[in-house]
């Protein structure tokens, strides 16, 4: 079983930036075998990947709409999955969700369409204009 806490939401200005982290709790202590996403949710849309990253943080994937701005990155010494977002409009205003699998997949394609088996509670991010 695997339990994921987001932390770092807020309000920012648009173009500013913020830093989400997601640690993870794993009973079997292995982190570093889960391949982890960012998705995010706005109101009345469908929840929607955003980034993803392999178990060793050398594959990543990134939605078209934040390339650029965006970096996904992992520390498995933390168990903790980090979303740098820069450069933030206010069509990014939506709950963040960090979700992770079991998979030690290295194609940043299969990366974009994993299934999630676990997930955190979300954090909220708002960009005002």
């Known amino acids: 079983q695997v339990q994921l806490v987001e932390s770092g939401g807020g309000l920012v200005q648009a173009g500013g930036s913020l830093r989400l982290s997601c640690e993870a709790s794993d009973s079997t202590s292995t982190f570093s075998s889960l391949a982890m996403g960012w998705f995010h949710q706005a109101p009345g849309k469908e929840r929607e990947i955003v980034a993803a990253i392999n178990w060793s943080g050398a594959s990543t994937f990134y939605a078209d709409s934040v390339k650029g701005r965006f970096t996904i990155s992992r520390d498995n010494a933390q168990n903790t999955v980090y979303l740098q977002m820069n450069a933030l409009k206010p069509e990014d205003t939506a709950v963040y969700y960090c979700?992770?699998?079991?998979?030690?997949?290295?194609?940043?394609?299969?990366?974009?369409?994993?299934?999630?088996?676990?997930w955190g509670q979300g954090t909220q991010v708002t960009v005002s204009s």
């Open positions: 979700a992770a699998t079991r998979t030690l997949v290295t194609s940043n394609y299969v990366l974009g369409r994993l299934l999630y088996d676990y």
